[in-house]
């Protein structure tokens, strides 16, 4: 073992103050505040010869290591490891109720990929009866793989629009769950909101287990109203209230309010985020920022800056009620393992939400006996490999970043297997020292 003991790789660096810096760890998600006199040691190196008891406790928290260990082959193994065993606990469902959908929103990209992939190849919905493949497709992957929790998310389309069959299948993947002793993980459901302003929709929801719920609003009530409506222009501004206040009544659900940004209606966000805070039934909601592409779309510089002074808003305001995505998650998007699944109402398989509809994605098909029979879009997804990306090896970002989004690279490159760096991870020290200086300065440990 080497005597020089290094700061870690994987270590963000934030400027908090005059004396004290943060310092955030992306692998062990260690969070610290270090006195700059201090931090400018550690960074040029530490004899093990003499190791003090704060050396100790870096050394373990990870902020430190020793200068012979492969960090980056460290978490490229670790990577390889979670696409195949370490999510093995859990599986990750998402069911397409339906291609169909109420509302005509210009950016829906659903509606967009399905203009090359017609009817022709099969029918827009689940029925009734396809309930007994889908069961039998979810035994198979549980004997197989000893799943001990599902998650589970609705989408669409607009998922309510097929509320018969989610009921039914509820009812028979309750009974599938307990009897193989399955915990619920995440019960979500991606809606437009505008069903469950009715009453009767909105009491179905406690009988389907929801316990999350995103709803969407793209701007305040009159700006919203033109992009989020009705094919014959109506808006649903008013729908969407009828609705959370419907969720809050029936549901113990925990609602996450996405809010759409776009180059359309990025300069009314701040007086969107005003009235969020102002009215009693939004401002119980997680506000969730978010940026529309391949639509009026901004520029990545456009969307660091423009989500800094907005997330800096929203949590001095507490309407953003969990950490940044970075502090909470350890590994990245569950789409590059093998326990996820995009199933359409033709029981093709995707990777990707925003590739359902679009035919060369599917990566798979469930058959009639329920078995999952692969392609080659499949080995394609599974033999992603960041260990061949050589910036990623040196980015402190990899452990959750793993070379970025195959979609994204895929609309890029015309191939999965390449890197692609998020605006966010530009936007993140700014973010940090945000979430740091409202949220937990009084709790995170100082040398």
């Known amino acids: 073992m080497s005597n020089l003991i290094k700061f870690s790789q994987f270590n963000i660096t934030v400027p908090f103050n005059e004396h004290y810096s943060i310092v955030f760890n992306t692998l062990t998600k260690a969070l610290l505040l270090i006195n700059n006199e201090e931090l400018s040691k550690l960074k040029s190196g530490v004899s093990n010869l003499n190791i003090t008891k704060d050396v100790k406790r870096l050394l373990k928290l990870g902020v430190l290591v020793y200068e012979d260990y492969d960090e ?4 490229i193994n670790m990577l390889k490891n979670y696409r195949i065993n370490d999510i093995k606990w859990r599986m990750n469902l ?9 509302l005509s929103c210009p950016y829906c990209y659903v509606k967009d990929n399905l203009k090359a992939y017609s009817t022709e190849y099969g029918k827009d919905s689940f029925e009734v009866r396809d309930i007994t493949r889908l069961i039998m497709f979810l035994e198979k992957q549980f004997k197989k793989n000893k799943f001990r929790v599902l998650n589970l998310l609705w989408y669409g389309g607009e998922p309510l629009l097929n509320i018969k069959f989610m009921e039914k299948f509820s009812e028979e993947l309750f009974r599938f769950m307990k009897a193989y002793n399955i915990a619920k993980g995440d019960m979500m459901l991606i809606t437009n909101g505008v069903l469950l302003s009715r009453s009767d929709i909105a009491q179905k929801l406690a009988k389907l ?10 701007g305040i ?3 919203h109203d033109k992009i989020r409506k009705y094919p014959d222009g109506r ?6 209230l009828k609705a959370l206040r419907n969720i809050f009544k029936y549901t113990k659900a925990r609602v996450i309010l996405r809010i759409n940004i776009s180059r359309k209606n990025v300069k009314h966000m701040e007086e969107l985020i005003k009235y969020i805070y102002n009215n009693e039934l939004l401002a119980k909601c997680e506000v969730f920022p ?8 901004l520029t990545d510089d456009e969307k660091v800056q423009i989500y800094i002074k907005l997330y800096s808003i929203l949590a001095k305001l507490k309407l953003i009620k969990s950490k940044p995505s970075t502090l909470r998650y350890l590994l990245p998007c569950p789409a590059l393992t093998t326990s996820s699944f995009v199933i359409d109402p033709r029981f093709n398989v995707y990777k990707c939400l925003d590739l359902i509809g679009l035919k ?23 033999s992603i490999d960041v260990s061949s990306y050589d910036k990623c ?43 740091v200086n409202l949220s937990y300065s009084d709790k995170v440990t100082q040398l």
Not at 94 to 102: A, F, G, H, I, Q
Not at 209 to 218: A, E, G, P, R
Not at 235 to 240: H, L, P
Not at 369 to 381: A, L, P, S
Request: proline share 6%; glycine share 6%; net charge neutral.
């Open 393 to 435: 090896k040196k980015c402190p970002y990899l452990p959750v970043c793993a070379g970025g989004c195959p979609a994204q690279a895929y609309r890029i490159y015309g191939s999965y297997n390449n890197p692609i760096c998020s605006w966010f991870f530009k936007a993140f020290p700014h973010i940090l020292k945000i979430y």
């Open 235 to 240: 808006g649903t501004f008013n729908e969407i």
């Open 72 to 75: 980056a082959g460290k978490v």
């Open 94 to 102: 998402v069911l397409v109720t339906s291609y169909r959908c109420n």
């Open 360 to 382: 060369e994605h599917i990566v798979g098909y469930i058959d009639e006996k329920g078995d999952f029979i692969t392609n080659k879009v499949y080995e394609e997804w599974m």
């Open 221 to 223: 009530p009159h700006e």
């Open 209 to 218: 287990q929801i316990n999350k719920i995103q709803i969407t609003l793209d």
């Open 290 to 297: 978010a940026f529309i592409i391949r639509w009026n779309e």
